[in-house]
């Protein structure tokens, strides 16, 4: 998936951050100088013992707790899923990236809670070195993610 293409055939505003390689949601804030709370890194996860995948969007300031995010899914089981499952499920990213649009992917998306709270977020483009800004309400109409409590407060 195009990241880009599809926002602006979705003809949703939005910027590119172009930026050094990054390899974590932390070092991506600092590149593009936007607080920790409001860059989302997106992980995948594995739930029912394997059989489906699920699309989380988190601050980068916050760690999953599985037992809040098994909580919030009705008590699956969860694990994350390992970066060679990552890259078949979304395979026309750089190896490591996984876009927080698991609907274009097939994978239902579920976001924090506390991310939320901000107006905009900024996520990891389609490589390593693209971030992008765009509105948290335009990201929900279009993905419709399920917004429950995935990490616990700092």
Do not use: W
Not at 2 to 28: C, G, I
């Amino acid at each position: 998936m195009n990241v880009q293409q599809f926002l602006s055939e979705s003809k949703v505003p939005y910027e590119v951050l172009t930026h050094e390689p990054t390899y974590d949601a932390q070092h991506m804030a600092h590149a593009v100088h936007v607080k920790g709370a409001a860059v989302a890194k997106t992980v995948l996860l594995r739930a029912d013992h394997g059989y489906r995948y699920i699309t989380a969007v988190i601050p980068a300031t916050r760690m999953i707790d599985f037992d809040v995010a098994s909580r919030s899914l009705g008590q699956c089981h969860l694990r994350l899923a390992s970066e060679l499952e990552v890259a078949e499920v979304c395979p026309d990213c750089e190896f490591g990236v996984l876009l927080p649009f698991g609907s274009q992917y097939g994978v239902k998306t579920i976001v924090d809670s506390s991310l939320a709270n901000e107006d905009e977020f900024v996520f990891e483009g389609s490589t390593h070195q693209e971030s992008i800004r765009m509105k948290f309400k335009d990201f929900v109409r279009l993905e419709s993610p399920l917004v429950l409590p995935l990490t616990k407060a700092d």
